[in-house]
């Protein structure tokens, strides 16, 4: 999966990354994203992000697929429903 960002995807990834509440997890696929913008390598990202190759793929495919919102965002986590709410 090639990833190409716009100026403006780039500019948002960027400041995300200068500062602000984000998951870390966002922050890492941020990372990825703005590294496969500049052409490296999927085990060089893997290395220096540390994360799996298979976050690298998935993070890419899905900016390809989808967005840059759904490339960033948290997928539905597989497992049963809960038992009880929150103020159970």
Known sequence: YRVELSQ???DELTAMLGGGKHAARKLKRAQILLAADR???DEE???TVSVSL???GRTKRR???GNLERALSE???PGA???LTGKE
């Open 39 to 41: 052409g490296r390598r």
């Open 54 to 56: 298979s976050t690298v």
């Open 45 to 47: 990202i893997a290395r």
């Open 63 to 65: 900016f390809v697929e």
């Open 8 to 10: 403006a995807e780039r």
């Open 75 to 77: 997928e539905p986590r």
């Open 81 to 83: 429903e809960r038992k």
